[in-house]
Nanobody, 121 residues
Framework: QVQLVESGGGLVQAGGSLRLSCAAS????????MGWYRQQPGKQRELVATQNRFGNINYTDSVKGRFTISRDNAKNTAYLQMNSLKPEDTAVYYC???????????????WGRGTQVTVSS
């Protein structure tokens, strides 16, 4: 069992910044990758940024230059620094981890419950 807990969401004005955190806990053998997804009102969930255990990072085009993903592998924690926020960034942001449990031989995908980010114009 892996639990992901997000924090740092809230209400900000356009142009402001937020820093999201995601802490993974449980019977974790290893984490292959962690990332952030978001679901905007009326739209499907989409990838925002991911980072694997080798440091390879992928961003969706709409956040490049504004958002930065990082990880603290020792703490099993991922971060998303969001700068120059726009109203279109308003969404529920979900943390994702691809992890091996101590009892598993294969990767499984885990999701946090989400944190609301609202950007006012």
């Amino acid at each position: 069992q892996v639990q992901l807990v997000e924090s740092g969401g809230g209400l900000v004005q356009a142009g402001g910044s937020l820093r999201l955190s995601c802490a993974a806990s449980g019977n974790i053998r290893s984490i292959n990758a962690m990332g952030w997804y978001r679901q905007q009102p009326g739209k499907q969930r989409e990838l925002v940024a991911t980072q694997n255990r080798f440091g390879n990072i992928n961003y969706t085009d709409s956040v490049k230059g504004r958002f930065t993903i990082s990880r603290d592998n020792a703490k099993n924690t991922a971060y998303l620094q969001m700068n120059s926020l726009k109203p279109e960034d308003t969404a529920v942001y979900y943390c994702r981890a691809d992890a091996l449990l101590t009892s598993d031989s294969g990767l499984r995908n885990y999701w946090g419950r989400g944190t609301q980010v609202t950007v006012s114009s």
